[in-house]
């Protein structure tokens, strides 16, 4: 009888075992994160610097701030996520919609 009890509750471990493979983190979780546009420097928390598009390892969450020249710097937070990609969007620091074309120096001559 306790064979026949045995067998079930294996399964029951095993499926679990297998569920928590699914959901667990890599030992290397890397990311590869993109900024539009690209080439924005990006500086983690921990002092590491890299350029967009810039692949990391992950293995904590930790604040990334992302800057160019001509946008706004944007403070992040990366966590490592099966997408295995993340992608910023940087906003302009001063965006135009229209341009006074009086105050434009005559460039004709």
Excluded: H
Excluded at 32 to 58: E, H, M, R, W, Y
Excluded at 73 to 89: F, G, H, I, K
Aim: include cysteine; charged fraction near 15%; aromatic fraction near 8%.
């Amino acid at each position: 009888m306790r064979f026949f009890v045995l067998i079930p509750t294996l399964a029951i471990f095993s499926s679990l075992a297998a569920l928590s493979a699914c959901s667990s983190v890599p030992e290397n979780p890397t990311m590869l994160i993109n900024t539009v546009p690209n080439g924005a420097q990006l500086t983690f928390d921990s002092g590491f610097i890299c350029t967009s598009p810039c692949k990391v390892i992950v293995r904590r969450p930790m604040r990334v701030t992302a800057a160019k020249a001509g946008y706004i710097a944007q403070d992040n937070l990366l966590e490592w996520s099966r997408a295995e990609q993340v992608t910023w969007t940087l906003r302009l620091a001063a965006p135009t919609i229209d341009v006074d074309e009086e105050s434009l120096p005559d460039l004709s001559q």
